[in-house]
């Protein structure tokens, strides 16, 4: 039986979150945009006492590691996100003349659970735009959103009012549909279930954004492989985006395509990435714990890949190198498949069946590299490309899953 | 190492050493059927499977190969702290590679996996099923029949037998079932003769529940104790079926049932599908026995609640008991250590029955080692875990475990 004292508490923290509105649609696209820098400056500062509290609360309560939540926090916070908002504001702001913008009276944000820090951008964007925002987080994982509240509400309460948090789990039908019910934007992280679930329950005239589950890819090519010193240092960066979050994120690598016929081979390529690069790491930047089902995910993952090819395996990471075997995808937690490659027109066509879920393409080497791995990619393949090292720290700017960003906290009139 | 997996060769049905070592399985399943252990007799033999298999069967050979590997470059972590020197196979091996020590010519049966998110089925080979009969008949004997067991199969003493009412497909309709193997194999042991003797209330699209009710009512009405089995999916098909109707079977009636419901639209707890059986036909849980199976196995593990019953001893813990011809180790998955008792971890099962193809096997659920019992906790809430790349293999598959039938053991 659904709790009325909860819906009754949800409706009424909506309203108030909506009720908020007013005050943030009152101050200028700049003052919100440095509340927002200013609390994400605090999260991000380990001296700063609600920065700590953070480090102490996010490492029990996502069991990273506190060397990767510390990591997390400054590499997603950063110094200069009053400007980098305004910026992406600014890259995105219609320029058609005779078009009115009107903010969302509240937006709902219905986040996941795998990667705490992607509630930053989710909250911030509708919030600089003067959409109030109901975040619904998951019931084992709402203290990042709670942690951003409170410092939001430290630096100006008139922001910090307008975001509010709630947190019920997936099978509570009756406070989703309350939540629902009270807003006229969605925006849902989570499984492509989860998403047609949200979406076949809402009224026509609410706004809705989805962001399914997805996975990374990296494309280590001929160039990046000429030399020993070149391999190593793709190595590096690859390990980065591989360890980031432990590898639970829609941006982690789960597959890497090394070209064949370098200097370094493939299968050399896998064992520097593990026994080098992905051991450094495990040191410096140390994997959470293991829960016991993932474990039993990766004892077959792993005992596949070491039965199919060769496996390079070390505390808390492991690398399979599979040659020219097929696709498949690990648990997570650092286990990344190495297979062999071609040029960008061979990786187009191993990609082309993840479709939409290919979320992050790193490619190493220089930017032309890029471009011709940009130009290469066919059907629905619309990933964000970056340079590997630099997979799990997209910034502020861009669009979101390929569409406009604040699309579903804005409506436009057209004035004719 | 790959040279060596090159050069392996299959083993002739008439090699002196499988000879020897299936002499050498039947025995002990022969001395573990009168009630004794011999545990270090089992370690043995289950030692010499290994060797034997790695030489023989090649992703065993690789895989013993990365195991070695791995101990010369970390003698102090992993396998070294194992109970058993030799890797375990994880079940995955099976839906991708051929898992036998002799050529596909001369399967007689390959028991097939219901299916994964992937589509891959696992697919366990057979070219001879006798110790698999030899073991399934030894743990009926003790788990399920036992109060027939004593008489039964022999010429000497009419055989006893009870009704049969199968929750499952006939072995006909599913060759590549192991659970179909093992259900027909049981109904010709200890099925009762006659019109009524075994009912089949299992259709291809779900429970026949006309033949179900049919059986249960006659059984009532002559006062025949009868065994229902099939899977935990189809008794609850079967409740649905059923509708308000209750049966009070006769003294003696008893109840296996198998398989979880990892991934499927209706989940139950274990509890509360024993307590749907048991209201439903009116036997006590005690007559109500899981059983625990897998393709990649020749043998099962089954609560001992009935076999405690009839021996009129108290209820016991419910835990799943190990026959002596198996080793069940809860292991930490990332160092194979085994865990202390009592606390989760991976099961790994060691098969002596699985002589042609490979004896130790790595599942994926989660148990936990309570004495000389295993309790089973399936996988754990929401297998896919944080994380997002097995929710994009599911998707990518076209549509998940959900929209399967009813599930084979491999879904235990």
């Known amino acids: 039986m659904p709790d009325a004292d909860a819906i009754a508490a949800l409706r009424a923290l909506a309203t108030q979150t909506r009720e908020a509105g007013a005050t943030l649609r009152a101050l200028s696209t700049e003052e919100r945009a440095l509340a927002l820098g200013r609390a994400a400056a605090r999260l991000a500062d380990a001296d700063d006492p609600l920065g700590a509290e953070a480090r102490v609360m996010l490492a029990a309560a996502t069991e990273h590691s506190a060397a990767m939540v510390d990591w997390a926090l400054r590499t997603t916070l950063l110094p200069d996100t009053t400007d980098a908002l305004l910026a992406l504001l600014e890259a995105w702001r219609p320029r058609a003349r005779g078009l009115v913008a009107r903010p969302a009276a509240l937006a709902a944000i219905v986040l996941a659970g795998n990667v705490f820090t992607a509630g930053f951008r989710a909250v911030a964007l509708p919030l600089l735009v003067g959409a109030p925002v109901l975040v619904k987080a998951p019931s084992s994982d709402d203290t990042f959103p709670r942690l951003f509240a409170r410092a939001l509400s430290a630096v100006d309460a008139r922001v910090g009012a307008a975001l509010g948090v709630t947190t019920f789990g997936r099978a509570d039908d009756a406070l989703e549909s309350a939540l629902l019910e009270s807003v006229d934007s969605v925006s849902v992280y989570g499984s492509d279930a989860t998403l047609q679930a949200i979406r076949a329950q809402l009224a026509p005239n609410v706004a809705f954004a989805g962001h399914g589950h997805g996975v990374g890819a990296a ?18 960066q690859l390990a980065l985006d591989i360890a980031a979050y432990d590898q639970r994120g829609c941006l982690s690598v789960q597959v890497v395509f090394v070209a064949r016929f370098g200097r370094v081979a493939p299968r050399e390529f896998a064992r520097m990435l593990a026994d080098d690069a992905l051991a450094a790491l495990a040191r410096s930047l140390p994997r959470g714990a293991l829960p016991v089902e993932t474990g039993a995910l990766q004892l077959q993952w792993r005992g596949l890949g070491a039965v199919r090819g060769d496996l390079f395996e070390g505390d808390g990471f492991a690398v399979a190198y599979e040659s020219d075997g097929p696709l498949r995808f690990g648990p997570g937690y650092r286990n990344v498949l190495v297979l062999e490659c071609g040029d960008a027109r061979e990786l187009a066509q191993r990609l082309a069946p993840l479709g939409v879920h290919l979320k992050a393409l790193g490619v190493a080497g220089d930017a032309a590299q890029r471009a011709e791995v940009a130009r290469a990619l066919v059907g629905a393949l619309a990933p964000r490309i970056s340079e590997v090292g630099a997979m799990q720290t997209p910034g502020l700017a861009g669009p979101a899953d390929g569409v406009d960003p604040f699309a579903p906290f804005v409506r436009y009139l057209a004035i004719d | 190492m790959s040279d060596a997996v090159g050069e392996l060769r299959p083993v002739p049905r008439d090699d002196p050493q499988r000879a020897s070592l299936a002499l050498r399985i039947a025995a002990l399943i022969d001395v573990v059927a009168t009630g004794k252990r011999d545990d270090a007799r089992r370690d043995a033999l289950l030692d010499d499977l290994c060797a034997w298999q790695a030489q023989h069967v090649a992703p065993y050979a690789r895989l013993v190969g990365a195991a070695q590997r791995r101990r010369e470059a970390r003698p ?41 998110t992937s589509g891959a089925r696992g697919a366990h080979a057979f070219r001879d099923l006798t110790l698999y009969e030899h073991a399934a008949r030894a743990s009926a004997d003790a788990a399920l029949f036992p109060d027939l067991a004593a008489r039964a199969g022999t010429s000497a003493t009419p055989k006893r037998t009870m009704r049969f009412i199968v929750l499952a497909p006939r072995e006909e309709d599913a060759p590549d079932s192991s659970l179909s193997f093992m259900l027909a194999r049981f109904a010709e042991w200890y099925g009762a003769p006659g019109l009524h003797g075994v009912t089949y209330a299992f259709v291809h699209d779900g429970i026949d529940a006309d033949a179900l009710r049919s059986a249960l009512e006659s059984a009532e009405r002559d006062a025949a104790a009868v065994a229902i089995l099939g899977t935990s999916f189809a008794f609850v098909f079967a409740d649905e079926a059923l509708g308000e109707r209750r049966f009070t079977l006769p003294v003696g009636s008893r109840v296996m049932q198998t398989g979880g419901f990892k991934g499927r639209t209706r989940e139950l707890a274990p509890d509360a599908i024993r307590t749907m059986i048991a209201a439903r036909y009116g036997v006590p849980e005690s007559h109500i026995v899981a059983e625990y199976g ?22 016991a813990a419910r835990m799943l008991e190990v026959p002596g011809w198996m080793r069940a180790t809860v292991v930490d998955p990332e160092t194979l250590a085994p865990m202390p008792d009592g606390e989760v971890g ?33 996988r754990a809430p929401g297998a896919v875990p944080r994380g997002c790349s097995l929710a994009i293999e599911e998707a990518l598959a076209g549509g998940g475990p959900a929209e399967r039938a009813l599930p084979d053991r491999g879904d235990a």
């Open chain 2, 294 to 315: 897998m393709t990649e196995l020749s043998s099962q593990l089954y609560e001992s609640t009935l076999a405690t019953a009839l021996r009129g001893e108290p209820d």
């Open chain 1, 219 to 236: 494309y280590i090519p001929f160039t990046a492989l000429e030399s020993p010193e070149s391999a190593v240092e793709a190595a590096n």
């Open chain 2, 76 to 116: 102090d972590a992993g396998i070294a702290a194992t109970r058993s020197a030799w890797p375990a196979l994880p079940t995955d091996v099976f839906r991708m590679l051929r898992v036998a020590t002799y050529d596909a010519q001369q399967d007689v049966r390959v028991f097939r996996t219901s299916g994964t």
């Open chain 2, 346 to 378: 991976v099961l790994r099962l060691d098969d002596a029955a699985n002589l042609d193809s490979v004896c130790a096997i790595q599942t994926s659920d989660l148990a936990r080692q309570n004495g000389a019992g295993i309790a089973l906790l399936g």
